[in-house]
Nanobody, 123 residues
Framework: QVQLVESGGGLVQAGDSLRLSCAAS????????MGWFRQAPGKGREFVAA????????YYADSVKGRFTISRDNAKNTVYLRMNSLKPEDTAVYYC????????????????WGQGTQVTVSS
């Protein structure tokens, strides 16, 4: 079992930055590929970013590429999402995700989810 707890969400203005954190506990964190998803009101959950267990390769949705950065610290069992140049359309609940299978993670069929943290961007 892996438990994921997100933090760092909040209310910001367009153009501001936020850093989300996801603390993992349970089984070996470094064995898991990690990702971030988001769900806006009235919409389905969508992939935002993912990072391989080693931290060497990252993946991004086109909508956030160049603005968001995913990273991880395996010594601290934590994955981060740095969000710059935030836009109102980035408003959503952001979820942390984990799986040992990267393909499964990237399509949201992963084994573990956090409870989510709200990000609201005002115009």
């Amino acid at each position: 079992q892996v438990q994921l707890v997100e933090s760092g969400g909040g209310l910001v203005q367009a153009g501001d930055s936020l850093r989300l954190s996801c603390a993992a506990s349970g089984r070996s964190f470094s064995a898991y590929h990690m990702g971030w998803f988001r769900q806006a009101p009235g919409k389905g959950r969508e992939f935002v970013a993912a990072i391989r267990w080693s931290g060497t390769i990252t993946y991004y949705a086109d909508s956030v590429k160049g603005r968001f950065t995913i990273s991880r610290d395996n010594a601290k069992n934590t994955v981060y999402l740095r969000m710059n140049s935030l836009k109102p359309e980035d408003t959503a609940v952001y979820y942390c995700a984990a799986d040992v299978n990267l393909s499964r993670l990237q399509v949201g069929h992963n084994e573990y989810w956090g409870q989510g943290t709200q990000v609201t961007v005002s115009s």
